[in-house]
């Protein structure tokens, strides 16, 4: 029987163990996540939008016009993106402790994060089925994931203790070693 794509990559690039505790992150962790990062985003559209209007775009609307609604795409990948080849985690990854890497363990570079953006979109568009796809694998992975060659991790959570150990001063915020621990990480 002659096997897919998809065997063929898994068979020859079998995913690397977790390193450090980590775990794949799960769906309602993902949701999470999207969710925090929706605020962000919203915010950066509605600052793009007036960036545009005091520009002199008075009577532009996202879908009708090509250029305004690319202008607002661009802004909403150079967020992401940014935040993935930079930091490896967004604002809504930091919060909910979560990384992006390639499958090698470095940050994906421009050319992934566009491919991951582009088929997140496409993943979305398809009645979020590239997204429950995560269910299926034991690796967790969506589509765009694997198209753009990317995980993500669900990061243990340091303990008081631990921060000790390595010199490293708690949060102002978080000075009794407290943090979600258990939301959303069941999937």
Same mark, same amino acid.
């Given at each position: 029987?002659?096997?897919?794509?998809?065997?063929?990559?898994?068979?020859?690039?079998?995913?690397?163990?977790?390193?450090?505790?980590?775990?794949?992150?799960?769906?309602?962790?993902?949701?999470?996540?999207?969710?925090?990062?929706?605020?962000?985003?919203?915010?950066?559209?509605?600052?793009?939008?007036?960036?545009?209007?005091?520009? *002199?775009?008075?009577?532009?609307?996202?879908?009708?016009?090509?250029?305004?609604?690319?202008?607002?795409?661009?802004?909403?990948?150079?967020?992401?993106?940014?935040?993935?080849?930079?930091?490896?985690?967004?604002? *809504?990854?930091?919060?909910?402790?979560?990384?992006?890497?390639?499958?090698?363990?470095?940050?994906?570079?421009? *050319?992934?994060?566009?491919?991951?953006? &582009?088929?997140?979109?496409?993943?979305?568009?398809?009645?979020g089925l590239g997204f429950a796809w995560a269910v299926l694998r034991p690796d967790r992975r969506t589509w765009h994931d694997l198209a753009s060659g990317t995980r993500l991790w669900f990061l243990p959570r340091i303990r008081q203790t631990?921060?000790?150990? &390595?010199? &490293?001063?708690?949060?102002?915020?978080? &000075?009794?070693?407290?943090?979600?621990?258990?939301?959303?990480?069941?999937?």
């Open positions: 029987m002659k096997r897919t794509r998809l065997e063929n990559s898994a068979a020859t690039h079998p995913a690397p163990p977790p390193a450090a505790g980590r775990r794949p992150c799960g769906l309602a962790r993902r949701l999470a996540v999207m969710l925090y990062d929706a605020l962000v985003v919203l915010a950066l559209l509605l600052a793009a939008t007036a960036l545009a209007m005091a520009m *002199g775009f008075r009577e532009v609307t996202a879908l009708r016009d090509p250029l305004f609604t690319a202008w607002l795409v661009l802004v909403w990948f150079g967020y992401l993106a940014g935040c993935w080849r930079h930091g490896g985690m967004t604002v *809504g990854m930091r919060a909910w402790r979560v990384v992006i890497e390639m499958e090698e363990g470095q940050r994906p570079g421009w *050319g992934a994060c566009l491919l991951r953006f &582009t088929v997140a979109l496409l993943s979305a568009a398809a009645a631990e921060r000790r150990s &390595t010199n &490293t001063a708690p949060s102002a915020n978080n &000075t009794t070693g407290t943090d979600i621990d258990s939301i959303g990480d069941r999937s």
